[in-house]
């Protein structure tokens, strides 16, 4: 059975009938919301091409991208074609570049910064939680801090299918999260640091749900991306600030001196940080977290928003919010003369003519 879709990228050929349901959708409309997302994002059909989807199985959006990049890509599970781009009519069976995946290889996503093997998988009623997990998993960025990467994926796994089954848009999740990070700066300065860090914890928890959302049901949108990146961009130094001055009310207000050095630290130095992974990125195509693997090692503490709210939690469990945000200051002055380094490193290796590439590359097959 084929059905033709005419979609904003160009036409689409689908193969096959599958009344299995993932994400609260059904297979082929998750194929028409990758052929749709991809055109918005700028990618286009070759003249005279179309995609092909196979509906009996759910893959990785990966592969769509790929196939994108170079016409007459064809991704194969053996004698099954997967998706790709090939000339409108053709045999799947004759296209130019046939890849076949059950071989087991592993493929870079430069989007997510990680080396993974692309899931493939026979969508059923008896796998579609297992695939839902997977697909949820394989949006998961491989470089990030420790709290994402390891405390809360299972928590944001259930309220990601949570939100889904209830037809949540994504941007609904990231107001929610907005709303709670505005109380959480709220109470920092009102010097209720328990209360405020349940908040901030709930927000930490939806800035992941509301992506992995955005991703798994391919529904991202360039305002919730300004949503999303612009409060992640800015409220951290606000936090840290009013967490400063709710200190008065616990009677541990900080000196002026101290007050200024530390603002000046965790500020400064934050936005310092910031922008020499901006300039290592625009001067080497790439995130310096992905330069080399002890850059993607110190990701996972690096003074950002989640290692930091670690370092006043374990403060507020011994009653001194205060030293807590004295250590986030110094850890944040250390994460930035690590940065530096590297970025001056980075250059070196430049000026003697070696190349700069990701150790993630280096390793793929």
């Known amino acids: 059975m084929t059905q033709l879709l005419s979609t904003t990228i160009g036409p689409v050929r689908l193969i096959g009938h599958n009344d299995t349901p993932i994400w609260g959708m059904s297979i082929a409309e998750r194929c028409r919301r990758m052929a749709d997302n991809s055109a918005k994002n700028g990618s286009a059909l070759a003249p005279g091409h179309e995609l092909i989807f196979n509906l009996t199985y759910a893959f990785d959006p990966l592969l769509l991208r790929l196939v994108l990049e170079t016409p007459g890509t064809i991704f194969m599970w053996g004698d099954a074609p997967i998706v790709g781009q090939i000339p409108v009519d053709s045999d799947p069976a004759q296209a130019p570049f046939i890849i076949d995946l059950s071989d087991g290889r592993t493929l870079y996503n430069r989007q997510l910064r ?24 394989g949006a998961y960025k491989g470089v990030t801090d420790l709290l994402t990467k390891y405390l809360w994926p299972e928590l944001a796994l259930i309220l990601t299918r949570i939100a889904a089954q209830l037809k949540m848009t994504p ?48 529904t991202s949108s360039k305002w919730g991306n300004v949503i999303d990146h612009g409060v992640d961009l800015v409220h951290p130094p606000f936090w840290w600030y009013f967490w400063g001055t709710g200190l008065i009310t616990w009677g541990m207000g900080l000196s002026g001196g101290t007050f200024t050095f530390i603002m000046t630290a965790v500020i400064v130095g934050y936005v310092l940080q910031r922008l020499i992974e901006g300039m290592f990125l625009k001067d080497f195509k790439m995130d310096i977290h992905v330069w080399q693997k002890f850059d993607s090692q110190f990701r996972l503490i690096t003074a950002r928003r989640n290692p930091n709210m670690v370092i006043l939690f374990v403060a507020l469990l011994f009653g001194r919010p205060d030293i807590g945000l004295i250590a986030l200051a110094w850890w944040t002055i250390i994460s930035l003369v690590v940065h530096a380094v590297r970025l001056a490193q980075a250059y070196a290796v430049k000026r003697s003519g070696q190349p700069i590439t990701s150790w993630m590359e280096v390793a793929a097959p």
């Open 171 to 218: 941007n609904m999740v990231s107001v929610i999260g907005v709303t709670l990070c505005l109380i959480a700066t709220f109470l920092f300065a009102k010097g209720m640091f328990w209360t405020g860090f349940l908040c901030g914890f709930i927000f930490m928890v939806l800035d992941t749900v509301d992506g992995k959302l955005a991703r798994c049901t391919i």
């Open 114 to 137: 990680k080396l993974e093997q692309p899931f493939v998988r026979e969508l059923t009623p008896s796998t579609r939680r297992e695939i839902e997990r997977r697909s949820y998993f």
